[in-house]
């Protein structure tokens, strides 16, 4: 039973740092767009490095789940999150930043695919559900702390204090004066690093993979991607990922493009707002997804969701201010409601077609990218209306989604 536990909580402790290191890309892109005098195109392409990751190692990572386990998948994982940090902390450049997020997002990759099985077999089937939510909650909760992190340590760092204690003297010393925030990726190889050694020393259970866990065939594959709904909710996942990341990412720049915010305060707060109220959207759309029809709570939250960010691009600096982090609220349930619809719309092969669907992630590589790019030649306001396209395909979803069963999500048939 002991064992049982803390199980668990590694695994909550993997989700922690997953989401720590992950959305803090947000916070800091004003000060990269600064410190790397870089465009707005190039500063896109460090979330396209990160997040296209995912697309590239996803499906191939859960062949190497299914040959190789846990154990070694989830070492893996953290020595390529380690590396990744250290080449960003050890070469502060522009390259060196695209290079490292793209190797630290496959750890992430691998991560994720390797810790939701392990989760499922540790809390034991009847209490999957209450973990998987519970596991949300630490995943919100660790992408709002993160921003504070930024600034505690871009301040301290800029302190000036003979007595600043020994890691935040360390960093002091070890990041261009210019780029303190920097500092950040030597927190995260720290942290990667004793992530390495807690994974390594820990004991796993025995864990059989269920059908809608296991990679699949590439024949099912292929089969998959002859019909038109397993790519219609591709760009479901597509979309809102891109949706999600093309807030996190550039709401600091353009509170302080067209407000004049800082982004070590004001920015790095609303990144935060935004990642605690997605979580605390995950729990209403809990409720209502008990008492509506799925379909129209999608509908009820990505109209509201276009409302929001049409008060957050034409609104003045207090309705900007407000509405971007709300916007994390109505995105919250999209994420649970497209794939239980995606699984719920066929019959079989839904390890195959999760695996398609989480490809999908690499929407939060293409839409920050876009957003940057129309930037440039145009303005940060402009290049946010792709959000637009994103949410209201998101929107229609709600109207065309067919499911074999309302709010339930089918036994998967064999591979």
């Given at each position: 039973?002991?064992?049982?536990?803390?199980?668990i909580?590694?695994?909550?402790?993997?989700?922690?740092?997953?989401?720590?290191?992950?959305?803090?890309?947000?916070t800091?892109?004003?000060?990269?767009?600064?410190?790397?005098?870089?465009?707005?195109?190039?500063a896109?392409?460090?979330a396209?490095?990160?997040?296209?990751?995912?697309?590239?190692?996803?499906?191939?990572s859960?062949?190497?789940?299914?040959?190789?386990?846990e154990?070694?998948?989830?070492?893996?994982?953290?020595?390529?999150?380690?590396?990744?940090?250290?080449?960003?902390?050890?070469?502060?450049?522009?390259?060196?930043?695209?290079?490292?997020?793209?190797?630290?997002?496959?750890g992430?990759?691998?991560?994720q695919?390797?810790?939701?099985p392990?989760?499922?077999?540790?809390?034991?089937e009847?209490?999957f559900?209450?973990?998987?939510?519970?596991?949300?909650?630490?995943f919100?909760?660790?992408?709002?702390?993160?921003?504070?992190?930024?600034?505690?340590?871009?301040?301290?760092?800029?302190?000036?204090s003979?007595?600043?204690?020994?890691?935040?003297?360390?960093?002091?010393?070890?990041?261009?004066?210019?780029?303190?925030?920097?500092?950040?990726?030597?927190?995260?190889?720290?942290?990667?690093?004793?992530?390495?050694?807690?994974?390594y020393?820990?004991?796993?259970?025995?864990?059989?993979?269920?059908?809608?866990?296991?990679?699949?065939r590439?024949?099912?594959?292929?089969?998959?991607?002859?019909?038109?709904?397993v790519?219609?909710?591709?760009?479901?996942?597509?979309?809102?990922?891109?949706?999600?990341?093309?807030v996190?990412?550039?709401?600091?720049?353009f509170?302080?493009?067209?407000?004049g915010?800082?982004?070590?305060?004001?920015?790095?707060?609303?990144?935060?707002?935004?990642?605690?109220?997605?979580?605390?959207?995950c729990?209403?759309?809990?409720?209502?997804?008990k008492?509506m029809?799925?379909?129209?709570?999608?509908?009820l939250?990505?109209?509201?969701?276009?409302?929001?960010?049409?008060?957050?691009?034409?609104?003045?600096?207090?309705?900007?201010?407000?509405?971007?982090?709300?916007?994390?609220?109505?995105?919250?349930?999209?994420?649970?409601?497209?794939f239980?619809?995606?699984?719920?719309?066929?019959?079989m092969?839904?390890?195959?077609?999760?695996?398609?669907?989480?490809?999908?992630?690499v929407?939060?590589?293409?839409v920050?990218?876009?957003?940057?790019?129309i930037?440039?030649?145009?303005?940060?306001k402009?290049?946010?209306?792709?959000?637009?396209?994103?949410?209201?395909?998101?929107?229609a979803?709600?109207?065309?989604a067919?499911p074999?069963?309302?709010?339930?999500?089918?036994?998967?048939?064999?591979?």
């Amino acid at each position: 039973m002991n064992h049982r536990y803390f199980l668990i909580g590694l695994i909550m402790l993997v989700f922690f740092v997953i989401s720590y290191i992950t959305n803090i890309l947000g916070t800091i892109i004003p000060d990269v767009i600064s410190g790397f005098n870089i465009s707005g195109t190039l500063a896109g392409f460090l979330a396209f490095s990160f997040f296209i990751a995912y697309g590239v190692m996803s499906i191939p990572s859960g062949f190497l789940l299914e040959k190789y386990h846990e154990r070694p998948i989830l070492v893996g994982s953290f020595l390529l999150v380690f590396i990744g940090s250290s080449i960003f902390a050890l070469f502060p450049n522009y390259i060196a930043a695209s290079l490292s997020l793209f190797i630290i997002g496959s750890g992430m990759a691998a991560l994720q695919v390797a810790v939701n099985p392990l989760l499922r077999v540790s809390a034991g089937e009847e209490h999957f559900a209450f973990y998987s939510v519970l596991v949300q909650l630490v995943f919100g909760f660790a992408s709002y702390l993160s921003p504070y992190t930024y600034t505690y340590l871009v301040k301290s760092i800029k302190e000036v204090s003979t007595d600043k204690g020994f890691f935040i003297e360390f960093l002091s010393n070890n990041v261009p004066a210019n780029l303190p925030w920097v500092s950040l990726y030597w927190l995260f190889a720290v942290i990667a690093l004793a992530m390495v050694v807690i994974v390594y020393f820990s004991k796993y259970p025995e864990v059989e993979l269920q059908e809608d866990e296991k990679a699949g065939r590439k024949e099912t594959y292929k089969l998959l991607l002859k019909d038109k709904y397993v790519i219609l909710y591709f760009f479901g996942i597509f979309s809102y990922v891109g949706s999600e990341q093309g807030v996190a990412n550039w709401v600091s720049q353009f509170l302080y493009q067209y407000h004049g915010m800082d982004p070590l305060q004001e920015g790095a707060q609303a990144v935060s707002l935004f990642w605690g109220l997605l979580t605390a959207g995950c729990l209403l759309g809990l409720i209502l997804l008990k008492i509506m029809d799925s379909r129209k709570v999608l509908i009820l939250f990505s109209g509201a969701a276009i409302v929001t960010l049409t008060f957050a691009l034409f609104g003045n600096a207090d309705i900007a201010l407000f509405a971007f982090p709300l916007m994390g609220f109505f995105l919250s349930v999209m994420w649970g409601v497209i794939f239980s619809l995606a699984l719920n719309s066929i019959k079989m092969h839904h390890g195959s077609f999760s695996g398609i669907l989480v490809t999908g992630i690499v929407g939060g590589a293409f839409v920050p990218l876009i957003i940057g790019g129309i930037s440039d030649f145009f303005s940060l306001k402009v290049g946010m209306m792709v959000l637009y396209l994103t949410v209201g395909y998101i929107f229609a979803i709600g109207f065309w989604a067919n499911p074999l069963v309302k709010n339930k999500t089918i036994s998967s048939g064999k591979e």
